[in-house]
């Protein structure tokens, strides 16, 4: 039988609910230290992870021990969750597209603005805040941005002075803080005086929902994975 062959049947035996066990009880093991267990436990968690071909009969008509029965029951919750988190994480990496990005972009001129439209992924959202520091709405609209970064990752949160920007006259006073929203370079919101839209105290889940109400932000990351990782340590 070739490579190939024998690559694809290691993958088949693997699928199924029995190949999810499987691949629990292989986890478990790499997790687990090592060194504090007793050398028959490890031997037997060993086997349990390493299911017999179709074509070994050797223990085909096998039945489960007392003692393996006993070890599946030990296995712990706290391991359960480093696994499901493993699993959501790997799911999320095959299904996300297009880079993630830490903190808000500040823009210090005009170039680094065009230079973020225009470069960034065809698949990244890019919000530019455009803000004059003393206008009012400008730092409380800074302070959301600051938070809503953390809760999608995706997006490219950006901020440019609008001096800093060369285009301090198309941008007074009376029209900031304005919200551009920009993908695969094309201009999908354009928000002037972007503060008449939200009551005169606000936060970022009003911003996160006035963004939400035109279909400009993506959707989150899986929830509850932050969580279990809390709980597991």
Not at 30 to 50: C, F, G, I, N, Y
Not at 63 to 76: H, R
Not at 104 to 113: C, I, K, Q, R, T
Request: proline share 4%; charged share 30%; with cysteine.
């Amino acid at each position: 039988m070739s490579d190939r062959a024998l690559e694809m049947e290691e993958c088949t035996t693997q699928t199924g609910p029995k190949g999810v066990i499987n691949d629990w009880r292989r986890f478990k093991l790499e997790s687990m230290d090592q060194e504090s267990l007793p050398p028959a436990k490890r031997e037997l968690l060993r086997q349990m992870s390493s299911p017999q071909k179709p074509h070994d009969k050797s223990n085909v008509n096998r039945k489960m021990s007392i003692q393996e029965y006993e070890l599946l029951k030990e296995e712990d919750e706290a391991s359960l969750k480093k696994y499901r988190k493993q699993c959501m994480q790997e799911m999320h990496e095959k299904l996300s597209f297009g880079p993630k990005f830490e903190g808000v972009h500040e823009l210090d001129s005009g170039e680094a603005f065009l230079e973020v439209i225009e470069k960034e992924h065809h698949s990244t959202v890019v919000v530019v805040h455009i803000y004059k520091v003393g206008v009012k709405g400008c730092e409380e609209l800074n302070g959301c941005l600051d938070c809503l970064v953390t809760e999608y990752p995706t997006v490219k949160f950006c901020r440019i002075d609008a001096v800093a920007s060369g285009a301090g006259e198309r941008f007074s006073d009376d029209v900031l803080p304005t919200l551009l929203v920009y993908k695969a370079g094309e201009l999908l919101g354009n928000f002037l005086a972007c503060c008449k839209h939200l009551n005169e105290e606000f936060f970022a889940t009003d911003v996160e929902a006035f963004l939400n109400g035109y279909g400009l932000l993506p959707e989150k990351e899986m929830p509850g994975m932050e969580g279990e990782e809390n709980d597991v340590e």
